[in-house]
């Protein structure tokens, strides 16, 4: 509470608003601009080193430090763009690389939508229960840590072969899901571990003060604890969202599901030694994913605005 | 707007007996922080703890709004115990940190005990109105915590501890950490609340001047372990009448010296000077 307990004159109080929503604004647009300039200071440092560095790249003592300025190493901007437009294949009813690119994006977006939404109910269940009993905590959040250690790639088979064996009446058990299941399992880490740590974030003075009013453990976890963990929350999923993504996209590589951009990251960069642009549109797919997922959950943030006055506007 | 105090009358708003609290440490050494208390607090009475850090007198606050157990000797509010005294809302509580919830307008804080024992909306909202309008901030109902100074945020809280019209409250330094000024104003808005509310104060402070401005009784307490080492009566005449010129009355001043020779006591290490804030 340090930081409400601040003398803030009362004057302030009325004229701030107006300035401060300008002063916001201009924050913003500073904000966009400088992206944007990243973006274009990395491109033109691609183009510049493609340039000017050396066609077998920068060798020192027999490793690579920097690769090959090739056309095939490293195809220019304009290369990649072009061939976006492009049909995939020669194959006279081969659809244009971007719309198989979004087709597969879309696929991909849905399957780690999916994973996310099991992993944040997962770890928010996880934070919930450690949060409620301190046993819990120390029984359970080394093991959810260690969990984080296991590779994917390991994991991958396992889920599918057990995956496999589960048929319930009219359902049945399909590669996606194994998928999403291990999108999931990155995704819940963060949030269980940032809500853990929001849902303990009020003060001993705020906990007291429901204690005071005779509430119990869930109005306290209504009216105080969760209000208080959103500031905590948000990165947490959307860290969950951005690990969501890559699992989807390593998972459907390990699982050989068809469909998505993982997929066609690998079948794409068989291509590449006769077609080097066409391995940068999945990836670039697989950016705008991760872009659109991390992007949903600003939007969250904006409706929990009340609950983040607490933080300094960044 | 005059409350009625709800207790009934008879039973002492606060009945410690005989009271000690022992927190005992991790590796078996124990802390005495309070020895044999015993102390009763009519209702309608304004009573101070005063005393030095470590003498326990926040522990004996926190002990009688059931915010920990007695180690021995029994605790009852309006003749219940604490803990249904506490569940039965029967004190308003204020801190030292105004412990408002961020995300929640001062009206919204102000409602939030309100709220959560079930009052209807249209009943919170006129309830709130009335105790900003008391704490005079009519012009910030809307205004969100990280809007208000540090005194404003504190008369917020003490609106909240007044939410449900208890016949008594239970304030830890709550003018703690404030500046001085704004602490003489808030002090005379206590009194002035307390005669309007007339409901029974337990008020914990370090500040001589405060405690005898503001007090019925002063109960002076010593540090290890905590005990009470004397109750003064200061009686500076009734709440109503109570007012600045108070402060540079000779009774005031007189019974000022009375308590710092309490608070010094049986050591008279003169070089140890008590704040005189």
Same mark, same amino acid.
């Not at chain 1, 659809?95 to 977006?109: A, E, H, I, K, N």
């Not at chain 2, 044999?36 to 926040?58: N, Q």
């Not at chain 2, 001062?106 to 959560?116: C, K, Q």
């Not at chain 2, 003489?184 to 001589?208: D, K, P, W, Y």
């Given at each position: 509470?340090?930081?409400?307990?601040?003398?803030?004159?009362?004057?302030?109080?009325?004229?701030?608003?107006?300035?401060?929503?300008?002063?916001?604004?201009?924050?913003?647009?500073?904000?966009?601009?400088?992206?944007?300039?990243?973006?274009?200071?990395?491109?033109?440092?691609?183009?510049?080193?493609?340039?000017?560095? #050396?066609?077998?790249?920068?060798?020192?003592?027999?490793?690579?430090?920097?690769?090959?300025?090739?056309?095939?190493?490293?195809?220019?901007?304009?290369?990649?763009?072009?061939?976006?437009?492009?049909?995939?294949?020669?194959?006279?009813?081969?659809?244009?690389?971007?719309?198989?690119?979004?087709?597969?994006?879309?696929?991909?977006?849905?399957?780690?939508?999916?994973?996310?939404?099991?992993?944040?109910?997962?770890?928010?269940?996880?934070?919930?229960?450690?949060?409620?009993?301190?046993?819990?905590?120390?029984?359970?959040? #080394?093991?959810?840590?260690?969990?984080?250690?296991?590779?994917?790639?390991?994991?991958?088979?396992?889920?599918?072969?057990?995956?496999?064996?589960?048929?319930?009446?009219?359902?049945?058990?399909?590669?996606?899901?194994?998928?999403? @299941?291990?999108?999931?399992?990155?995704?819940?880490?963060?949030?269980?571990?940032?809500?853990?740590?929001? @849902?303990?974030?009020?003060?001993?003075?705020?906990?007291?003060?429901?204690?005071?009013?005779?509430?119990?453990?869930?109005?306290?976890?209504?009216?105080?604890?969760?209000?208080?963990?959103?500031?905590?929350?948000? #990165?947490? @999923?959307?860290?969950?969202?951005?690990?969501?993504?890559?699992?989807?996209?390593?998972?459907?590589?390990?699982?050989?599901?068809?469909?998505?951009?993982?997929?066609?990251?690998?079948?794409?960069?068989?291509?590449?030694?006769?077609? #080097?642009?066409?391995?940068?549109?999945?990836?670039?797919?697989?950016?705008?994913?991760?872009?659109?997922?991390?992007?949903?959950?600003?939007?969250?943030?904006?409706?929990?605005?009340?609950?983040?006055?607490?933080?300094?506007?960044? | 707007?005059?409350?009625?105090?709800?207790?009934?009358?008879?039973?002492?708003?606060?009945?410690?007996?005989?009271?000690?609290?022992?927190?005992?440490?991790?590796?078996?050494?124990?802390?005495?922080?309070?020895?044999?208390?015993?102390?009763?607090?009519?209702?309608?009475?304004?009573?101070?703890?005063?005393?030095?850090?470590?003498?326990?007198?926040?522990?004996?606050?926190?002990?009688?709004?059931?915010?920990?157990?007695?180690?021995?000797?029994?605790?009852?509010?309006?003749?219940?115990?604490?803990?249904?005294?506490?569940?039965?809302?029967?004190?308003?509580?204020?801190?030292?940190?105004?412990?408002?919830?961020?995300?929640?307008?001062?009206?919204?804080?102000?409602?939030?005990?309100?709220?959560?024992?079930?009052?209807?909306?249209?009943?919170?909202?006129?309830?709130?109105?009335?105790?900003?309008?008391?704490?005079?901030?009519?012009?910030?109902?809307?205004?969100?915590?990280?809007?208000?100074?540090?005194?404003?945020?504190?008369?917020?809280?003490?609106?909240?501890?007044?939410?449900?019209?208890?016949?008594?409250?239970?304030?830890?330094?709550?003018?703690?950490?404030?500046?001085?000024?704004?602490?003489?104003?808030?002090?005379?808005?206590?009194?002035?609340?307390?005669?309007?509310?007339?409901?029974?104060?337990?008020?914990?402070?370090?500040?001589?001047?405060?405690?005898?401005?503001?007090?019925?009784?002063?109960?002076?307490?010593?540090?290890?372990?905590?005990?009470?080492?004397?109750?003064?009566?200061?009686?500076?005449?009734?709440?109503?009448?109570?007012?600045?010129?108070?402060?540079?009355?000779?009774?005031?001043?007189?019974?000022?010296?009375?308590?710092?020779?309490?608070?010094?006591?049986?050591?008279?290490?003169?070089?140890?000077?008590?704040?005189?804030?």
């Amino acid at each position: 509470m340090t930081r409400t307990a601040e003398l803030a004159p009362p004057a302030a109080g009325k004229t701030r608003p107006t300035r401060g929503q300008a002063r916001r604004g201009q924050a913003q647009l500073r904000r966009i601009l400088t992206g944007a300039l990243g973006l274009i200071v990395l491109a033109a440092l691609w183009e510049l080193y493609k340039l000017l560095g #050396p066609a077998d790249g920068v060798v020192v003592g027999g490793t690579t430090l920097l690769p090959r300025t090739s056309d095939l190493a490293m195809p220019h901007l304009w290369v990649m763009a072009e061939r976006v437009l492009e049909p995939v294949t020669g194959a006279a009813a081969a659809l244009p690389l971007w719309l198989v690119v979004l087709q597969g994006s879309m696929f991909t977006l849905g399957i780690a939508a999916v994973g996310w939404l099991v992993g944040v109910t997962v770890g928010l269940l996880l934070a919930l229960l450690m949060q409620r009993f301190r046993l819990a905590e120390s029984a359970v959040l #080394p093991w959810i840590v260690l969990s984080q250690t296991v590779p994917l790639i390991a994991l991958a088979p396992l889920v599918r072969r057990w995956g496999s064996q589960i048929e319930v009446g009219n359902f049945s058990w399909e590669s996606w899901m194994s998928v999403a @299941l291990i999108a999931s399992y990155l995704a819940f880490f963060p949030v269980s571990v940032g809500a853990l740590r929001g @849902l303990s974030s009020p003060d001993a003075n705020h906990v007291d003060l429901m204690h005071c009013y005779a509430a119990g453990w869930w109005t306290t976890l209504w009216r105080l604890r969760l209000p208080a963990s959103v500031g905590y929350l948000l #990165p947490a @999923l959307r860290l969950a969202a951005a690990s969501a993504v890559i699992g989807t996209v390593v998972a459907e590589v390990s699982i050989g599901l068809r469909g998505g951009i993982g997929r066609l990251i690998v079948e794409y960069a068989g291509a590449a030694g006769g077609d #080097p642009g066409k391995p940068w549109a999945p990836i670039f797919g697989s950016i705008a994913v991760g872009l659109l997922a991390a992007g949903f959950v600003g939007l969250i943030g904006l409706f929990l605005r009340r609950f983040r006055r607490g933080e300094v506007a960044a | 707007m005059i409350m009625e105090s709800a207790a009934g009358g008879r039973a002492p708003a606060v009945e410690v007996g005989g009271v000690s609290r022992v927190f005992t440490g991790r590796k078996g050494a124990s802390v005495t922080a309070l020895d044999d208390v015993s102390l009763t607090v009519a209702p309608g009475e304004f009573v101070s703890l005063i005393g030095p850090s470590g003498c326990g007198k926040s522990t004996l606050l926190r002990l009688i709004a059931d915010l920990d157990t007695p180690t021995a000797g029994s605790i009852r509010v309006f003749g219940k115990p604490a803990r249904q005294a506490r569940i039965d809302q029967d004190y308003g509580i204020a801190f030292q940190q105004a412990g408002l919830l961020p995300w929640r307008t001062v009206a919204g804080n102000i409602e939030l005990p309100l709220e959560l024992h079930g009052a209807g909306k249209a009943a919170r909202r006129a309830r709130a109105a009335e105790l900003i309008e008391l704490v005079g901030l009519s012009d910030f109902a809307e205004n969100y915590p990280d809007q208000l100074s540090g005194g404003m945020q504190q008369r917020v809280a003490i609106a909240r501890s007044l939410a449900e019209s208890p016949s008594l409250l239970l304030m830890d330094e709550p003018f703690g950490a404030l500046d001085e000024m704004t602490r003489e104003r808030m002090q005379n808005e206590l009194v002035r609340i307390c005669g309007e509310t007339s409901a029974a104060v337990v008020f914990v402070t370090h500040s001589i001047p405060e405690a005898v401005f503001l007090s019925d009784r002063v109960v002076v307490m010593s540090p290890r372990p905590g005990r009470i080492r004397d109750v003064l009566g200061v009686g500076l005449g009734d709440t109503a009448e109570r007012g600045e010129n108070l402060r540079e009355d000779e009774a005031f001043f007189h019974a000022v010296s009375q308590v710092r020779e309490l608070l010094h006591g049986q050591a008279p290490t003169g070089a140890r000077g008590v704040e005189t804030r």
